[in-house]
């Protein structure tokens, strides 16, 4: 598994399930889908709702 990370402002945690393959994003502010988009851009993830 590759670890990979980047930095988005106000994220406080980010919880993975590799079972499922899914990620919780806690944040202290709302962060936009395009911030996010750009994060993963390099990435085989992405957002499923916001």
Do not use: C, H, P, R
């Not at 945690?13 to 393959?21: E, F, N, P």
């Amino acid at each position: 598994m590759e670890n990979k990370s980047f930095a988005i402002e106000g994220v406080e945690s980010v919880k993975v399930d590799l079972a499922t393959k899914k990620a919780v994003l806690e944040s202290q502010t709302e962060i936009d889908t395009e911030t996010l988009n750009a994060a993963l851009a390099e990435t085989n993830y992405s957002v499923l709702s916001a």
